[in-house]
């Protein structure tokens, strides 16, 4: 009745003095299984003959350790009357006799854990080929879950010249640079609570060496080993961010070289629209920016030279350095002209 209730395999071994086990009974559930009876068993040589021979020194230890007084746990392999292989998770008991001072019987209960397996093999591969296809990137690629990092690629420990082994110890916003460490924190808690944050934004770290990184980071919400975990991509930056630090240093330099030149200067666009003119312009002609800018440079020229304005707006566009002189009006409506 009580193997009948049993969906997985029980059974137990009479030992000998000798720590010889001997089968005294299985389960039901064993033979629906295995389709070996008992008897079937101990016909074929014992129970060591069911076992898949690789795992079979394993078992063998299991078996001494038990026969000798202690409780163990093992997984390993089977074989069915029909040639398949099931994994089963084995717990075994000793039944001691104090009379005798020694192991009498065991008791065992065999899960069957095949299933458990098969999806462990196919849940390690395709991690398998996660990390394949990660560390072919050169885009750092990371998983954080609670504080701590439990994935990074290859690109990742390039980027902030940490190991994996150094990253897996570090809390995930440690790395950032303190002037972004509570926005990236706050951010990445929420992520993984599900809450709405922004995916993609830029901010420092500080690298292993303790320089200073801008990275474009992208990040989003994923079930890691069943529970939630925040996935993050990012890039260095920095090349960008240096290069444009510098642009900006060389237009404030050109700005100010316009700005306090001797000799009145304007700057048009392709289409001759007027989008800036210095001091000394606007103390010749005595116009203001709010007069000029925006408008077509060809309200400053007299009637009469239109077209020679147009003619040279074209030949500035296709490349050619123009010496000329061109006569314009001031605002008061006098005449000036202009090199």
């Known amino acids: 009745m009580i193997s009948n209730l049993i969906t997985d395999y029980a059974y137990s071994f009479k030992v000998d003095e000798n720590l010889n086990l001997i089968g005294e009974w299985i389960s039901e559930s064993y033979t629906r299984v295995f389709g070996y009876t008992l008897q079937e068993l101990k016909e074929m040589g014992g129970w060591q003959n069911c076992f898949y021979m690789d795992d079979l020194p394993l078992v063998i230890n299991h078996a001494k350790r038990v ?38 019987k065991i008791f065992g209960v065999s899960e069957d854990i095949t299933e458990k397996k098969k999806l462990e093999e196919e849940l390690k591969s395709r991690i398998e080929h996660f990390e394949n296809l990660a560390d072919s990137t050169t885009t750092a690629i990371f998983i954080y879950q609670g504080e701590y990092f439990v994935y990074v690629n290859k690109a990742a420990e390039k980027l902030t010249g940490y190991s994996k082994d150094e990253l897996f110890k570090l809390k995930f916003y440690e790395l950032v640079h303190p002037e972004f460490r509570e926005l990236v924190k706050e951010r990445g808690f929420k992520r993984q609570k599900g809450e709405k944050v922004p995916s993609n934004y830029e901010f420092k770290i500080i690298a292993k060496d303790g320089k200073e990184k801008w990275v474009d980071f992208t990040g989003s919400l994923i079930n890691w080993f069943g529970k939630p975990a925040g996935l993050g991509t990012a890039y260095d930056i920095t090349p960008l961010k240096n290069a444009i630090q510098e642009l900006e240093k060389s237009t404030e330099r050109y700005r ?47 009637p009469k030279n239109l077209e020679f304005v147009d003619e040279n707006i074209r030949k500035i566009l296709n490349g050619e350095i123009l010496d000329h002189i061109v006569e314009s009006h001031k605002k008061d409506g006098s005449k000036v002209l202009s090199i």
């Not at 029909?82 to 008991?93: K, L, S």
């Not at 312009?281 to 400053?300: F, Q």
């Open 256 to 302: 100010t070289l316009i700005e306090n030149a001797p000799i009145g200067i304007l700057v048009e666009d392709a289409q001759g629209t007027i989008l800036n003119f210095n001091k000394m312009y606007e103390r010749i002609t005595g116009y203001s920016k709010k007069d000029l800018v925006g408008k077509n440079v060809r309200i400053l020229a007299s």
């Open 67 to 104: 026969a000798s007084g202690y409780p163990d746990k093992i997984e390993c392999r089977m074989i069915t009357r029909y040639g398949d292989i099931r994994w089963v998770r084995d717990y075994a008991v000793p039944i001691f006799d104090n009379s005798s001072e020694r192991v009498i």
